[in-house]
């Protein structure tokens, strides 16, 4: 440590708060990196995540202090970032319902020409590539985009050849341009970084067609091993509020909403809930980790 640098970077203030909340009100599991790794492997994750989320909390304090950021740990290697969304139990179940939402509804949306997708926050990629599985043999114009240009270089390098695939920059938390022009906004593990969920959510459904899809996967509940690795992807620039006066979240530091609640923030901004998966009898129901999909009346 630095002489005379702070303990906790103030971007990241809200990360040590949390977890003070967490543990004051909730009985969390005791146990070592052992758990940790049979855990993972009993539900499905590959042992280059588990190593990523062992190597984050190995190196908490220059994490907290803003002097190593968990991008380099988590884009260390493909394996590393494709472990935690996509070669996993719970995320190849929820990409392949990915893959079959948008086999559905290119069906049934029936546009007069191509089927307008706009993928927000595209990442690594790790839902695209079932996404564009389920739409394998349709007419599409398919836009892959993140507010990274490291991210869209990275999807033009993977999908790039595909046809129908552009690429390009999109921030879930600007103003919206080309209201009515997508027929499906598709946005896997991204939508809990709005600013202010309410805006965004308003903001996707103007980008939708009447009759248009929002398609998109959320965690539903905190885990421990997300509070210390993955949390840190979610603090806001030096400077800036990580949440906007009027969020649902506003003034409680967390991060996700419940299934419940993203039903209703759905219906107050005008779209309608079809779908929410897994059901709650399913075995990966415990996971946390859902599907949702909602229409533009």
């Known amino acids: 440590m630095r002489a005379g640098a702070p303990a906790v970077a103030d971007r990241h203030r809200w990360i040590l708060r949390r977890w003070l909340a967490v543990l004051d009100g909730t009985d969390v599991p005791a146990g070592g990196t052992g758990t940790l790794v049979e855990d993972g492997r009993a539900i499905g994750y590959p042992p280059e995540t588990t190593r990523f989320m062992l190597a984050a909390m190995e190196r908490l304090p220059e994490l907290l202090r803003d002097e190593l950021p968990l991008q380099a740990l988590l884009f260390e290697d493909a394996d590393t970032a494709d472990g935690a969304y996509r070669e996993n139990t719970v995320n190849r179940y929820l990409n392949a319902a990915v893959a079959e939402v948008m086999r559905w509804a290119a069906a049934s949306v ?6 307008r997708v706009l993928e927000a926050g595209a990442g690594v990629g790790g839902t695209t590539a079932d996404a564009l599985a389920g739409l394998a043999g349709r007419d599409i114009d398919y836009l892959y985009t993140d507010v990274s240009r490291y991210f869209t270089s990275l999807g033009r390098r993977r999908f790039g050849d595909r046809p129908g695939v552009r690429f390009g920059l999109f921030d879930i938390n600007a103003e919206v341009d080309e209201p009515g022009s997508r027929h499906v906004v598709l946005a896997a593990n991204v ?46 620039p030096a400077g800036t509020e990580r949440l906007a006066p009027g969020d649902p979240r506003e003034g409680t530091d967390r991060v996700f909403l419940t299934p419940a609640e993203w039903t209703d923030e759905l219906h107050r901004a005008g779209l309608r809930p079809l779908l929410v998966l897994p059901r709650p009898t399913h075995p990966l129901a415990e996971a946390g980790v859902h599907l949702f999909t909602a229409r533009r009346d």
Do not use: C, K, W, Y
């Not at 029936?110 to 089927?115: F, H, K, M, N, Y």
């Not at 809990?192 to 009447?210: E, F, I, K, M, Y």
């Open 110 to 115: 029936r546009p007069d020409g191509p089927l």
């Open 191 to 236: 939508l809990h970084n709005a600013r202010h969920l309410p805006r965004t959510l308003s903001g996707l459904r103007d980008l939708l067609v009447p009759g248009g899809l929002l398609v998109f996967i959320e965690t539903g509940r905190e885990m421990p091993a997300l509070l210390a690795s993955m949390q840190f992807l979610m603090s806001a």
